[in-house]
């Protein structure tokens, strides 16, 4: 029997503060961000294990795992671990599992711009965005294509107390009209290696807001993006734009930030509920390849 035939609870993070004692964890940068080890991620880990590697996440946000080969089912397997998959719409998923995307940037694509190179909390235009996302480096170019990632918890944490206060009041509308839109399939058919398919069903909208209270933390984070926000509830356009683009600038600004050089089996695995996250179109002429599994979140709450 695979390992995806299995059901699979998803389990309690470890206490806060907890001892890690079935992997090691160190952190990558100031910001967020921290390397596990001694855990291989194609078997079927104990739960003590899953609930720490929660932790680790609920800790530095973005977790980092080396030399790991993970098939398509194993890398699923893993995933379900920390929840149901999530829906991906738009871009289709690999012929043989429907949990699975495939990331690619193709050695012939010249565009200085990458799939996902906008700073962007994954789907945040869904009623229930992704709580998680876990990407997996099959194939990596000899340099570029890193990824980046910013604390949307310091960005909030970082606003004056007034702004927090008039923050903390506001929805905002996500969309993906700018993104998988039809007037977007042009900009689509530069990724020679991806399998995206537009549609009128991106220009519906989804209100959420602003500063969204973390589900498990319970901790207070920005929640806007510049690739899925696109206005805020019952302002006018002059008004939200003036806000917006600074809060954009704002919440991905260096000091925010960690960034990933990949190798060849790293897995990266990130939530989405307190960062944003971009990829870099650095690479061209050399192929990056991933696998990518989303992990079911909840409906985001102040």
Request: hydrophobic residues 40%.
């Amino acid at each position: 029997m695979s390992l995806t035939a299995t059901e699979l609870v998803p389990i309690p993070a470890a206490p806060e503060g907890h001892v890690f004692r079935t992997i090691d964890v160190v952190r990558h940068s100031g910001p967020c961000g921290a390397v596990i080890s001694g855990v291989n991620l194609a078997t079927e880990l104990p739960e003590e294990t899953i609930a720490e590697i929660r932790r680790a996440l609920l800790d530095h946000l973005v977790i980092f795992f080396r030399a790991q080969s993970l098939s398509a089912d194993e890398q699923v397997a893993f995933s379900r671990r920390f929840g149901p998959a999530s829906p991906v719409p738009f871009v289709n998923a690999i012929p043989t599992h429907p949990e699975v995307i495939a990331v690619v940037r193709e050695a012939s694509e010249t565009q200085r711009f990458a799939f996902g190179g906008i700073w962007h909390s994954d789907f945040s235009m869904l009623p229930q965005p992704p709580m998680g996302s876990i990407l997996h480096a099959l194939e990596v170019p000899p340099f570029g294509g890193d990824t980046l990632w910013a604390n949307q918890y310091l960005a909030f944490e970082n606003c004056s107390p007034g702004l927090q206060n008039a923050l903390r009041g506001l929805s905002a509308v996500h969309s993906a009209r700018d993104a998988y839109a039809p007037k977007m399939q042009d900009v689509h058919d530069m990724f020679k290696g991806m399998s995206v398919q537009t549609s009128e069903e991106a220009n519906r909208t989804q209100v959420h807001p602003v500063v969204r209270v973390h589900g498990e933390t319970r901790r207070e984070a920005l929640y806007v993006n510049s690739q899925y926000t696109i206005g805020l509830d019952q302002w006018w356009s002059p008004e939200e734009k003036l806000l917006l683009d600074y809060l954009y600038r704002h919440a991905t600004q260096e000091s925010f930030t960690c960034r990933w050089k990949w190798e060849v089996g790293d897995v990266a695995f990130w939530d989405n509920r307190c960062l944003q996250h971009m990829a870099l179109g650095d690479s061209s002429g050399h192929r990056r390849f991933m696998h990518r599994t989303t992990v079911a979140g909840e409906t985001p709450a102040r």
